[in-house]
């Protein structure tokens, strides 16, 4: 299982009714955002420029202004901020990855890539492909027979995952998830400073970093920890979800895939890909909105075992 996310770390979680420069030292930008969003924000702009948390921050303390590159990032912030109120009437449009796409200094040149032109053909052909893709119901029955059944799944009890994490920028670090039903998950990501732990209970979840004070989840992130310790997932994406509608198959690797949008209201869609032979799903993309924009995370799933 491959995942891709960005990581930072901070403070304690705010109370939810707190705004970001009540709960936090020197916030200079973004001050009227709610405390528990600036978490996910922060972990747009590493995102967005390939980078780690120290790109701009020293370790501790956290909140010092001892690097330039803090410095221009609140310019870029008020920047894109400014853009997007002055020509986009407030409207999100422009991102730091508008200009940056995953590298420090932003790219100003066209990129000529094979991979986004074979992309854009496949993408012409969205009217007879949906036609002939299954529908939501198809999908995900195929999917529960692919792991043996509803009966088969409940039988379950632990799961034990094992994978590598990609935060960006080419850097990848092994990690074990633990899985026990109904909702209780932890995950070990083993870096060359210590193991960086996220642990979720059902209804709570934290993380700790090595040199740093552990802190509570935010909302995003507890969103997205309730579908991966659901041991029964298979079973409930009905449930989770309230709109769940057929897209265009997709290429994953050199698997075919079926692809399966699944949204609730007010919330950022999730993506599932099933392969289309096994029915087994190779494949999660979800996101999370932040005030800067919209925070990917990929989850690719393989090497499925009795």
Known sequence: ?????????????????QITQEAYKNIQVLKDVPADQLIPTMQFVPASL????????????????????????????????????????????VTCYSCHHGKPEPLGTPV?????????????????SISTTPDADQILNKYVEALGGKAAI????????????????????????????????VSVMHTANGDNITGFDGKGGWLASPARPSRDMVESELEAA???????????????????????PAKIGDRDAYVLQAANAG????????????????????????????????????????
């Open 267 to 306: 919330k950022p869609r999730v993506e599932l890909y099933f392969d289309e032979q096994s029915g087994l799903l190779v494949r999660m993309m979800r996101y999370a909105e932040t005030p800067l924009g919209r925070n990917p995370t990929q989850i690719d799933y393989s090497d499925y075992r009795d």
């Open 50 to 93: 390939g980078v780690d948390c120290d790109f701009c921050h020293i370790p501790r303390p956290f909140d010092k202004d001892d690097k330039k590159a803090k410095l221009v990032a609140r310019k870029m912030i008020q920047m894109t901020l400014a853009i997007n109120e002055d020509n986009f009437e407030g409207k999100r449009e």
């Open 112 to 128: 000529i890539s094979a991979e986004e032109v074979h992309a854009t053909k496949e993408a012409a052909g969205t009217e007879s």
């Open 226 to 248: 309730r579908i991966d310790a659901d041991l029964y997932f298979p079973l409930h994406v009905k449930q989770l979800f309230g709109d769940l509608k057929s897209r265009p």
């Open 1 to 17: 299982m491959a995942i891709a996310l960005a990581a930072v770390s901070a403070q304690s979680a705010p109370h939810p009714a």
């Open 154 to 185: 409940e039988k379950i009890t632990s799961r034990e995952e094992a994978g590598a994490m990609d935060i960006g920028g080419g850097r990848q670090f092994p990690v074990d998830i633990f899985v026990k039903a109904p909702d209780t998950r």
